[in-house]
């Protein structure tokens, strides 16, 4: 079995697409010819609206999107100058781990509602939501980050010992399906507190990474069978690990609560891996996850240490990695 990635011609259209769109909406005066870009530096910090709370974020070519832990906004910001807006007004439910999927689905976890949200980042439209845990008693779930393989979504949620399996319909009369698959092996759930958070794939795409925020290990977790094992990171500790990001063999970790991204090499198979080096700012305060456009990495600053009201400030750093 291997976990196939969307299709890098169609990410190309489609970044193609949502970056002439956005740069359009967001950058050109009525009335103003658009001269000829000129090459230079990005924006270091990229500022969200005041009381956003962003979690998740997801980018492709130049545009990024934030999810909303607040009300499930998604705002989308041109990385290219820093200008951005709300391109789908949440439900009143949080967005938390996010990823564009097929076509222009971005699927958003939903937290401590249980579930996970599908939008559409050309109208803003949530064209569907999938059930995890229905009416999940308080404490019970919290559905973290989400990484799509083809047409199948794999989702964590922090306060179980289980990933989710989500295949959206194909075909008229055709029903999706959502199959909750146990994680064993070497797999231990600290009661009460986030475990499985961050989700990514190996690099030759037999198996998933999982990070657990608890304890600060990485596992290997075959999606047939929830088993998972520890990655030999040769001493290296996740703690506070959250958002992944692989390119490659290299896997970004980020430390939140500890200001800090890990980047590490791993084995093709995702059993081993070392830690090659330690990225942080000044500009960091509790960064959740990662991504990237060119040089830069994009990482939303959670602030979860600071009191959180509708006038408190918000922003993301980039940082060369």
Do not use: C
């Amino acid at each position: 079995m291997t976990l196939r990635r969307r299709p890098a011609t169609l990410v190309a259209a489609l970044v193609a697409a949502l970056s002439t769109s956005l740069a359009a909406t967001l950058l050109a005066p009525a009335g103003v010819a658009s001269a000829k870009p000129q090459r230079q530096e990005p924006p270091s910090r990229i500022e969200l609206p005041d009381g956003f709370q962003p979690e998740g974020i997801e980018a492709r070519g130049p545009v990024a999107w934030f999810g909303s832990r607040v009300d499930g906004d998604v705002y989308a910001a041109d990385l290219r100058t820093g200008a951005g807006r709300v391109i789908s007004q949440g439900d009143g439910t949080p967005a938390i781990g996010l990823e564009l999927g097929r076509g222009r689905d971005l699927w958003a976890a939903g937290g401590a509602d249980g579930d996970v949200k599908v939008v559409d980042v050309r109208s803003g439209r949530t064209t569907a939501t999938y059930e995890l845990t229905p009416d999940p008693a308080p404490g019970a779930s919290f559905v973290n980050d989400v990484v799509v393989t083809g047409r199948t979504a794999w989702v964590t949620d922090s306060l179980q010992a289980a990933l989710f399996r989500v295949e959206p319909a194909r075909g008229k009369g055709r029903a999706a399906t959502v199959t909750r698959v146990p994680l064993g092996g070497d797999w231990v759930q600290t009661p009460g507190t986030n475990n499985a958070n961050g989700i990514e794939t190996t690099p030759d795409g037999r198996a998933l990474l999982v990070v657990n925020s608890s304890n600060g290990e990485l596992h290997r977790v075959d999606p047939r069978t929830g088993v998972t094992r520890r990655v030999d990171l040769r001493g290296a500790v996740l703690t506070n690990g959250d958002g992944l990001l692989r390119e490659g063999r290299t896997l970004f970790a980020v430390q939140n609560r500890l200001n800090q991204v890990a980047e590490l090499r791993l084995s093709r198979d995702g059993r081993s891996g070392r830690l090659v080096g330690t990225l942080t700012s000044p500009d960091f305060d509790v960064p959740t996850t990662v991504a990237r456009w060119r040089d830069g990495l994009y990482l939303p600053n959670a602030r979860f240490t600071t009191p959180a009201t509708p006038t408190t400030e918000y922003w993301a750093t980039r940082v060369r990695g």
